[in-house]
């Protein structure tokens, strides 16, 4: 098949699967006027994959957060732009040279955790996680950015008095809707990290039960539970997303 007949069915997304598929970079690949039949059958496999609705990330194994490349894959949610606005908050409260340990609850591929173990050189991370798939992922993010030495991962979370923040961005989906979402979704990300449960709230009060002192940041799904997050004792404030929407905010609990 020619190149052309594939941007046109697929876009973009055509360049990145043919770079992926032959090992080739995209420049490579617009150089390309047609493909050997080896090249069209291997092309072919991946595109089948795409069309049947698994996610581009998975295909391609890995996903960009804050301008770092995280390997991802079936078993781990994939790391959202929105998300970064965790990032955001989590520097207007601490400085670059901050020596704090943090944890990431619900860390997933790591991505949160790894993000802020290279924005702050002083800090440690715990990360949390009860999905051995996700795990293995953040072990090997860990090891691609070489900060293994500054985390620890961690099974249970029942307290600790020497963390400065909890940063997570819980499964907030309502149970009831998570059939609605794009295929892409629903039937290939771990359901574990998107139920949140009848009202989408239920990680939330988790974390808020917890006996802590220190900052807790949290990634919000819709205006009812920014409300409600809204409304909690030490409520500091929200970070926007690019859409207008408060896709985080920031708590800051006291005994």
Not at 149 to 177: C, H, K, V, W
Not at 244 to 253: N, S, Y
């Amino acid at each position: 098949m020619k190149l052309s007949t594939y941007i046109k069915r697929y876009g973009q997304e055509a360049i990145w699967l043919i770079s992926h598929a032959l090992h080739m970079d995209s420049s490579w690949v617009l150089t390309r006027y047609d493909f050997t039949d080896w090249e069209a059958a291997e092309i072919e496999k991946l595109i089948v994959r795409r069309e049947r609705g698994e996610p581009l990330q998975y295909i391609l194994g890995s996903q960009e957060f804050y301008g770092r490349e995280f390997e991802v894959g079936e078993g781990a949610l994939i790391p959202r732009h929105d998300t970064e606005t965790l990032i955001t908050a989590a520097k207007r409260l601490f400085a670059p040279d901050d020596k704090f340990s943090f944890l990431d609850w619900g860390t997933g591929t790591g991505c949160i955790a790894i993000t802020l173990l290279l924005e702050f050189p002083n800090s440690h991370a715990f990360m949390l996680d009860v999905s051995n798939e996700a795990l293995e992922y953040a072990k090997s993010n860990l090891w691609r950015y070489d900060v293994r030495n500054r985390a620890e991962i961690i099974s249970e979370f029942t307290g600790m008095n020497d963390i400065s923040l909890i940063i997570s961005n819980p499964p907030y989906i309502p149970s009831g809707e998570i059939d609605t979402l794009m295929r892409e979704v629903k039937d290939y990300e771990p359901r574990t990290a998107l139920d949140g449960g009848i009202d989408g709230m239920k990680y939330y009060r988790e974390i808020l039960a917890v006996n802590y002192e220190g900052y807790i940041v949290l990634e919000v799904g819709n205006m009812k539970q920014y409300e409600f997050l809204r409304k909690v004792k030490g409520f500091r404030g929200e970070i926007y997303d690019e859409g207008g929407f408060p896709r985080c905010v920031v708590i800051r609990r006291k005994r």
